[in-house]
């Protein structure tokens, strides 16, 4: 009987084994912790488009003008996740298991045709990896608005993205995250440096040039016409950034609990510095000053926020107030580019500027201004911003060709702006036949 016992007690402990190994391997399947985090990245990423940079951009431009900006930003949140599901992600991402080119994912993803309910990637679902990426290819060509604003047609801006988010954003973002040629150099680029930040602003630079300035600039007052709005849409982007930077670590772990410390630290020293400029050369902080610069501090750490540490953080959050600031009068005041809402010099300098000081402030050997390490097979400072300048410079030309390109052929065929008449009456009116303010 006692044998017979210590048999059956041996078969449960073997039993409870089992299931404590299959419990284990199922919790390594699905972070429970980690989806979390992306599931509130993801919204957080949305937010910042949809309300944060729709009202932030819609208080700059004149009240004749503020309707076309939002419609703008919520029509481009659809049609970007519609293309984005049906080629874009694949073009950046590729497929599960099958070894990407340098330049292109695979196409074993159109149409989301290899992601089901069961789909993995790493710990969290490939579902909820393909819509945290979604909500990146929706700002991005969001952020482009700001420079054509006031005078390109609706139909002209949607066909534009459209392509532009195709030839451009997502071989771009292949090349950096989805296993391309910038990645496997070694590229830090945490949250898109050069994705995002430049893409958008080159083609910004660059739509502002081929359209030319708005009618009256440099001699009519254009003046923000509702500074409130855009105060409450920086706020959305300060608190929606955390997800766009901390949730690129794509888990609930230290790198994530870094990079939300050294965004938030940028932004609050791009802000200070920014003020203090305009003080400082003015006589008076402005509002619109103070969140412009917080704007420069998030998009110059955004490629860094994986890389440095807190000191290193509150450089570059200060570094960015201050030249995007002489960037930006350098661009309206000197050169003439009426890049209506500062696109380039915020988002392009800083972009730029972030992933180069990347370069420099991941080392591990600058005391308190350390960072988190050098690429693999790269050993000193050097040889890390040779490969920082290497994605700046090629995502630079590579976005300025292309979108130079891509603005002709819709020229040719819709015609990229509105008439001289139209332009003075107000694309609300003219485009949209609706007011923002019945006053």
Known sequence: MAALFRKFHTNILAFSLLLLVSAGASADELNGADTAW??????????????GLSLFYAGLVRAKNVLSVLMQCFALTCLMSVLWFAVGYTIAFG????????FLGDF?????????????????????????????????????????????????????????????????????????????????????????HITAAVAALVAALVMGPRRGF?????????????????????????????????????????AMLVTHLSAACGALAWMTMEWLRHGKPSVLGIVTGMVAGLGTITPASGSVGPAAAVVIGLSAGVICYFATNLLRNV???DDSLDVFPVHGVGGILGTLLAGVFCSTQLGIFSGNGFSDGI??????????ATGVVATFAYTAVMSFIILKLVNAMVGLRVDAEEETQGLDLVLHDERGYDL
């Open 38 to 51: 992306i599931l509130t990245s993801t919204a957080l990423v949305l937010f910042m488009t949809i309300p």
């Open 95 to 102: 497929s599960e298991g099958v070894v990407q080119g340098p």
């Open 108 to 196: 074993g993803n159109v149409f989301f045709a290899a992601i089901n309910v069961n789909s993995m990637s790493g710990g969290i679902p490939t579902s909820l990896f393909a819509i945290f990426q979604m909500t990146f290819a929706i700002i991005t060509p969001a952020l482009i608005v700001g420079a054509f604003a006031e005078r390109m047609r609706f139909s002209a801006m949607l066909l534009f993205c459209s392509i532009w988010l195709l030839v451009v954003y997502a071989p771009v973002c292949h090349w950096v995250w989805g296993g391309g040629w910038l990645g496997a150099m070694g590229l830090q680029d945490f949250a898109g440096g050069t994705v995002v």
């Open 218 to 258: 440099g001699s009519v007052p254009m003046a923000p016409h509702n500074l409130t709005i855009t105060v409450a849409g920086a706020g959305m982007l300060w608190v929606g950034w955390f997800g766009f930077n901390a949730g690129s670590a794509l888990g609930a772990n230290n790198s994530a609990a870094m």
């Open 335 to 337: 050169l003439r580019v």
């Open 379 to 388: 050993t000193s400072i050097g040889g890390q911003l040779a490969v920082q």
